[in-house]
């Protein structure tokens, strides 16, 4: 899978996507990370990016021409699944999201800054647009960071493990259930029995026990 993030501060991705998972995932060609500087795209010798916005009011817009450069200079590349604008007035990211867009060849993240972009692009060129959360950040490079490490760890061949992803919390509709490791006993702390049992369907059981525990305590709303 390929992921173009569009971003005005591309300093601020140098290393979410260098790093551990994301990293090894890149190493074994599973996915490829491109981030590009928005400015390169910038109007005149200024390199103009933003402007006033009509009927007046505080704060800049992203100017339409820069962003439209900078998709079309992709698109010229190859053929884009969606290409999706960050901000905190778009669908909530979830884990069913996630899932949704791993199975996607090649998207584009647009990071918004200032007031956000032009609106004739969200009409015209943009597909879906995402918000991590009910906040507002100073921009969508964190926000694009979180989509891509969510969607990178669920790409097929990442994770060591490859069951791991499934018994994530979130994945089955659950919180996932407590985890324990040595050592079995730290200063009278004791792991569940059940746990040291050897019994697979006892644990099992178990794990399925505390996930729906879990959940209807701390998160009653995914019943
Ligand atoms: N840009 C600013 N706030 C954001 C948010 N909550 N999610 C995604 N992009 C954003």
Not at 181 to 189: S, Y
């Amino acid at each position: 899978m390929r992921i173009d993030v569009i971003s005005a501060i591309p300093k601020l991705l140098e290393s979410p996507f260098n790093h551990s998972i994301l990293q090894r995932a890149q190493d074994k060609g599973i996915l490829q990370v491109e981030v590009h500087d928005l400015r390169d795209f910038g109007v005149g010798k200024s390199r103009q990016i933003d402007d006033y916005q009509y009927g007046g009011g505080a704060g800049m817009v992203m100017m339409i021409e820069p962003i439209l450069r900078c998709i079309d200079h992709l698109k010229a590349e190859r053929k884009y699944d969606e290409v999706i604008f960050l901000t905190p007035d778009g669908i909530t990211f979830d884990q069913s999201k996630a899932n949704y867009l791993s199975l996607k060849k090649n998207i584009i993240l647009l990071c918004g800054h200032y007031k956000g972009i032009d609106e004739r692009l969200r009409k015209n060129v943009i597909t879906s647009e995402i918000s991590i959360g009910d906040y507002v950040l100073s921009g969508g490079e964190l926000g694009a960071a979180v989509v891509v490490d969510a969607i990178g760890r669920l790409l097929p061949g990442v994770l060591n493990d490859e069951t791991s992803a499934l018994t994530d919390s979130f994945q089955d509709g659950l919180l996932a259930p407590p985890v324990y490791t040595r050592p079995a006993d730290f200063n009278g702390w004791k792991v569940p029995d059940v746990l040291l049992s050897g019994n697979d369907r006892n644990i099992e059981e178990w794990r399925s026990q505390k996930s729906l525990e879990r959940t209807k305590k701390r998160r009653p709303d995914l019943f």
